[in-house]
């Protein structure tokens, strides 16, 4: 294994070396430059530049991008992106990871280490944030800490979703979509001026709909299904050259018949592993809401030709209720409610400089959060029904700047600073009841173990140096250091005032050097980075047993890690007809300390959760022209991932090892490119992996599996005007 693993590691820098001489060798070769790729521009440093003019490591993702992919919600963008893990959690939440840097715990407590932002509204909770695609301009993926740009701190990363945007151009869209399990999808949008040149407005809606994946032999009925109802509005009014007002609203509704339920990777008791993983048997899975709202306002004035100012203000609610049926069979012996409201309000104030030599960005930034998360156990294996409520509200407050001083044309030094101060209040209470009891018992009424009232504060400087160099028009280099940080926290599973005790701040300091080229008269473009990460106090949950051998949940620091990669991304134009596209990433991934339950050091014992050594994919986009009436459209794409760990505990039972996935659609646009019909097939081998898992076999002593979707079809239509 390890002379493996250092063969593929020289394969790799080997491969990255060779690659690095072509920007030489492409300058002096004469090529078609109407055959250039299109340009990407992107937000990611918070003004419009060039994907490849923007000295971090930034995947962006265009609407066709997402067409071509096929994409219907962010866990398709997984192997669009080096270095990503992003699927659906357990309980209807994002689970992010970025360079083995992320948050596997679904609960309000743990803070996402990958932030996702929806216009710029950085969203609170890992639920309501797995975004379907729809109505979307593009998908920004930004790799390493993000502080001294971004509203708020965050230390793995970021996933922008940008939404089109209303403006003097009249357009509408209407789209609907078939296919197996029963999928029936209809999405629709209308943009245009209200007022010329004064006010522009937009809506869009989605209806998504499909059977679950799975069979549950308790009833005979699907499993994990979807029904969603989505919608999004949007007023951008413009009273002069010089100030622009944007307003939105956004909501969605999942209603459906089940929650998900895992397959049983072990035997659970005295009930075998599933030899299927499709046929699940669940009694406690009949409830699975989740509800989002939210309004924005943007404000952007260009107070100078030097200065624009802008603010953000943002509100947001999320409301979940779930039953989760983890002991994965037909008896009541370990049922897992939620029932969650959240909201927040964030306000952010942004000042932007350019000047022949200097550009910069600085800002204020407040975020507060509230969330009651009511959950217990129903039906457990001690015989009693457990219920809780924990009230936690979170205030962040922030200063930031950065800035770029260009010394030459070519030659650019940035710095920037973040000061991150977070309050956090977190009550606490739990109560036992009898098994007969109702589902959720009233609180108040049963016998109190917790009973916890406490808070604390972090503050933390996050500095940010940096620096590019042009080697000509079309070719960069960049290098920068960067420390990252996510505040700490309680463990929202405590039973005692001794176990609320605060866990810590984890910071990463993060280091990389990256080339962006556009070759072969911007035929190609070819963009590398390698990076080192020093990762301290991860905040890890793990499911153990406690003093008399039951069942406890455990969250702390576990210790320090180091990670360690390298990423490309290359497309070409080949031809006329076809373009090319490929990523590739390396990642070691280790943990230099480890404190488990005792605090013993076992970190020999660990691998870090999502952090797969190898991932790459190779993909392929054809278009022909079909005579007078259009043109067809072939996408393909092939990914793979090696051996991957979904669990904290390092679980092999749970470990899925190295798989490949396939994917193609085919599509005929009419020559107006006003129609088109797609239709497409994903995963097209069927191949059956682990995404997700619970590893209980230390104290309830099984293991369970969440699986990815299985081979699915899918035939579209839309008309665009």
Not at 40 to 68: G, K
Not at 480 to 506: H, I, L, M, T
Not at 555 to 570: C, Q
Not at 687 to 703: A, E, N, R, T, W
């Amino acid at each position: 294994m390890a002379k493996t693993s250092a063969w593929n590691a020289a394969y790799m820098a080997g491969l990255l070396t060779g690659i690095a001489v072509l920007p030489v060798w492409a300058q002096e070769t004469g090529q078609d430059e109407t055959l250039a790729l299109e340009e990407i521009v992107v937000t990611a440093r918070r003004s419009a530049e060039r994907l490849q003019d923007a000295p971090v490591a930034v995947t962006a993702l265009s609407a066709d991008a997402l067409d071509r992919l096929g994409a219907s919600d962010l866990g398709d963008l997984q192997a669009a992106v080096p270095n990503l893990t992003l699927h659906e959690g357990d309980a209807s939440n994002a689970v992010v990871y970025i360079r083995g840097v992320g948050q596997i715990d679904s609960l309000a407590f743990a803070d996402p280490g990958v932030g996702i932002y929806l216009d710029d509204v950085y969203l609170g909770r890992a639920q309501g944030a797995f975004l379907d695609v729809f109505d979307t301009e593009r998908v920004e993926v930004l790799r390493g800490p993000q502080g001294t740009l971004y509203g708020r701190n965050t230390i793995g990363g970021a996933v922008k979703f940008v939404s089109k945007q209303p403006d003097d151009r009249t357009a509408a869209s209407v789209e609907a979509t078939i296919g197996d399990y029963d999928r029936r999808d209809v999405k629709a949008s209308v943009r245009g001026p209200l007022i010329p040149e004064m006010l522009a407005g937009s809506a869009a809606i989605a209806y998504l709909s499909r059977d679950g994946y799975a069979k549950n032999s308790v009833g005979g009925k699907d499993d994990g299904d979807q029904e969603t109802f989505a919608w999004r509005l949007g007023l951008k009014a413009t009273p002069n050259d010089r100030l622009t007002i944007s307003l939105s609203a956004d909501g969605s509704d999942d209603r459906p018949d089940t929650s998900r339920t895992p397959a049983r990777a072990t035997a659970v008791f005295t009930t075998p592993p599933n030899a299927d993983p499709f046929k699940v048997d669940a009694d406690f899975n009949g409830l699975n809401k989740l509800s989002v709202r939210g309004v924005a306002a943007h404000i952007d004035w260009d107070a100078s030709d030097a200065v624009s100012l802008k603010s953000i203000t943002a509100y947001r609610t999320m409301d979940y209720e779930t039953h989760l049926d983890l002991d994965a069979t037909a008896a009541a012996i370990f049922g897992v409610f939620v029932d969650e409201a959240q909201n927040q309000f964030s306000q952010e104030f942004q000042a932007s400089v350019r000047t022949d030599r200097f550009d910069g960005v600085f800002g204020l930034y407040y975020f507060r959060e509230h969330d009651e998360t009511e959950s217990g156990l129903a039906g457990p294996v001690i015989s009693l029904v457990t219920n809780s409520l924990n009230d936690q509200t979170n205030r962040s407050y922030a200063a930031y700047g950065q800035g770029s001083y260009h010394v030459s044309n070519a030659l650019s030094l940035t710095a920037g600073l973040r000061y991150t101060y977070e309050k956090k209040d977190f009550d606490r209470i739990q109560e036992f009841f009898a098994a007969t009891s109702p589902i959720p018992p009233a609180l108040g009424t049963g016998l109190r173990i917790t009973d916890v009232k406490t808070g604390d504060n972090w503050s933390s400087l996050s500095p940010k140096l940096g620096l590019d160099y042009k080697i000509n028009d079309d070719v960069m280099a960049y290098a920068s250091a960067a420390r990252g940080f996510k505040s700490g926290g309680f463990d929202g599973r405590s039973n005692n005032p001794a176990q609320a005790v605060a866990y810590d701040p984890e910071t990463m300091w993060s280091y990389e050097l990256g080339l962006k080229s556009s070759l072969l008269d911007r035929r190609m473009t070819l963009n590398l980075a390698g990076f080192y990460n020093d990762y301290k106090d991860l905040q890890l949950s793990s499911f153990v047993a406690d003093s008399t051998g039951g069942f406890a949940a455990l969250f702390t620091n576990a210790g320090a890690a180091t990670t360690k990669g390298l990423e490309l991304e290359l497309t070409a134009r080949a031809t006329q007809d076809l373009t090319l596209s490929a990523t590739a990433a390396w990642l070691d991934a280790q943990y230099d300390e480890y404190k488990g339950p005792g605090g013993a050091d076992i970190a020999h014992l660990r691998t870090p959760v999502n952090s797969p050594e190898w991932n790459f994919r190779l993909g392929a986009n054809w278009q022909r022209e079909v005579g007078d009436a259009g043109r067809v459209i072939v996408d393909g794409d092939l990914s793979y991932r090696s051996k991957t760990y979904p669990t904290v505990s390092s679980s092999e039972v749970l470990a899925q090892s190295g798989y490949a996935l396939l994917n193609a659609q085919v599509a005929f646009q009419t020559a107006d490119e006003h129609w088109t019909a797609t239709f497409g097939v994903r995963n097209i081998a069927d191949k059956k992996y682990v995404s997700h898992g619970f590893d209980l076999s230390d104290s309830l002593g099984y293991q369970l599996a969440y699986y990815g979707a299985p081979r699915t079809w899918s035939l579209g239509l839309k008309y665009r005007y």
